[in-house]
């Protein structure tokens, strides 16, 4: 399972004030905690905090200075991923194209250049997806743009795109479907990633329909979360799916044995 | 989902310790604490205390004095399931039948006779299935000897047969696996029963494996349980499962909601 963490985000009010105030203590605390977790990547996300390339650019710098962990490039600014992909010490990962013929075209070449892996969202012009067919379709014209233009495919990660159980409750079950047909697309199948923290958007039960939908995921072909990795239930969960499905070699301290082979601080 | 409470069975020393002393209470107990917890049937399984037919009608009638919630006859002497039948108040569900030419013989005409449930488990004389092939030849087997002596196929639940993580780790996949085929037997599908608390036999994280073992399974076409009903974890996983497969409609409370649909004390 590929964890990336999601907590080094404009959206959360700790880290607009960090990245207002150059404080890089939050920002540090953040990128050990998400490590020491388990995560594989940690999401560098400005939000709406700033406009200006530096912020950004001082985000991931921050980030680097504390861990080893690559980064997770989220943003939708070509300008902005090409100046992060210059200063990116670990092969990153780009977050995201959709499958916008215009985006396509910009960002797979960036990440060939770079070594980058890339997660490609099933969205296009026309917006969201509404059932799996359709996800599945910008999934497969992902996939073929990808290996087109020379991305190898164990560096792609397709993105379903999850949405409110709150309020798109039947989305779920389409979502579901379409992580089972995309690892149909390829053998090995690609990598196949959510924004998780989307399903329990708004709901009074976050942490459990998180990794409760987690995973139902991962039994459907999940291997890749941009996740609260710092919620031990949730990535435990995710340990003991792996293990049910026999990826991983039951022994007592199996939960504490699946960390310490991830965690290097 | 269909939950059918484990707790009242002689394998508990706190039952052992009533069926011998003939102590109400502690049977009175666990028939409230599961009703309360949701339970749809309250299994009773007299284990190795008694060899005595009274003392396993004293615990049944016992609940019965308690709690409405249907019993699941636990037994594989056909004699005392015959007097239990006997002496239940609402349809019982009989646990169990297996494959066996003989068991089906015997036990399918006492189930028709007395208008219960039972529980087919995918055994035969060979022992237990070793893989999802297996299984679902025994099911199909059990699922028409069931239909041709009379039982209402939503009468019948397949059990699978679910064996301990720690000692048959592959296993847990076949069984996922049976479960989805065993949807295939018929339109509507049959029950799908499993006894939950065996595949996290001996582990160190019981809890946590029966909920994420339980989560797959409800995905693959799980709809009964027998299980540690008054394991708020595990009962609010199988809600939370459901409500993803967009069974129930979502709102703010819909745990409390759920319960407030089953349990009538």
């Not at 409760?212 to 995710?238: H, K, P």
């Not at 340990?239 to 504490?256: G, V």
């Amino acid at each position: 399972m590929i964890l990336i963490g999601e907590r080094i985000n404009g959206g959360f009010k700790d880290i607009q004030r960090a990245v207002g105030e150059k404080d890089k203590t939050i920002l540090k605390k953040w990128a050990k905690r998400q490590t020491e977790a388990g995560a594989d990547y940690l999401d560098v996300n400005i939000g709406a905090v700033s406009n200006k390339v530096e912020d950004f650019l001082w985000m991931i710098e921050t980030v680097q200075e504390t861990v080893e962990t690559p980064i997770s490039i989220d943003c939708n600014k070509v300008e902005f991923i090409k100046k992060a992909l210059e200063i990116c010490k670990k092969e990153p990962l780009i977050n995201s194209t959709t499958a916008h013929d215009g985006k396509l075209e910009e960002i797979i070449p960036l990440a060939v250049k770079y070594g980058a892996s890339l997660i490609g969202v099933c969205m296009d012009e026309a917006g969201s997806p509404k059932d799996a067919n359709k996800r599945v379709e910008l999934a497969a014209k992902i996939f073929t743009a990808a290996i087109e233009k020379g991305l190898p495919p164990e560096k792609l990660f397709l993105d379903p795109v999850v949405m409110p159980l709150k309020f798109l409750q039947p989305q779920a079950s389409h979502i579901l479907e379409a992580i089972r047909q995309f690892k149909l697309l390829s053998d090995p199948p690609p990598h196949i990633v959510v924004g998780l923290s989307n399903i329990s958007s708004q709901t009074t039960e976050i942490s459990l329909i998180n990794r409760t939908f987690l995973t139902m995921a991962i039994e459907a072909g999940l291997n890749a979360a941009i996740c609260d990795v710092t919620d031990t239930d949730l990535v435990n969960a995710a340990i003991t799916t792996e293990l049910i499905q026999n990826k991983h070699i039951y022994s007592d301290s199996f939960l504490k044995a699946y960390l310490a082979t991830k965690v290097k601080t």
